[in-house]
C-alpha cells in the first residue's frame, strides 16, 4: 500500500525509515527527484565518478598470467616459483 507523506510549510517532507532503507540512504545524503515514463521518482544521487578509480595504479604491472600468479603465490608467503 502506498504512504502518503505531509509536505512541511518548508516544502520538506520525512522519507520513512523503510524506505530509506531500501535507497540505501542516510542522513546528509543527497536524493533527486527524476522524471521515469510519466511519474517522478526519488533516487540517491550518485556519483558520476568510479568508486574504484583512486585503486587504480596501486598494484604493479604485470606482463603475463604466470606473473600475477607469481606475485600472489609471493603475497601468500609461498615459493613463488612453485606452481
Known amino acids: 500500500m502506498p504512504r502518503s507523506l505531509t509536505i512541511s510549510s518548508k516544502g520538506q517532507i520525512t522519507i520513512p525509515i523503510e524506505s530509506r532503507k531500501r535507497l540505501g540512504v542516510k542522513p546528509g545524503d543527497r536524493v533527486e527527484i527524476v522524471n521515469d515514463e510519466g511519474k517522478e521518482v526519488l533516487r540517491p544521487v550518485r556519483s558520476d565518478e568510479n568508486p ?10 604485470f606482463d603475463s598470467m604466470d606473473e600475477i600468479n607469481a606475485w600472489v603465490r609471493e603475497m601468500r608467503g ?5 606452481p
Open 52 to 61: 574504484f578509480a583512486r585503486f587504480a595504479g596501486c598494484l604493479p604491472a
Open 78 to 82: 609461498r615459493d613463488p616459483e612453485t
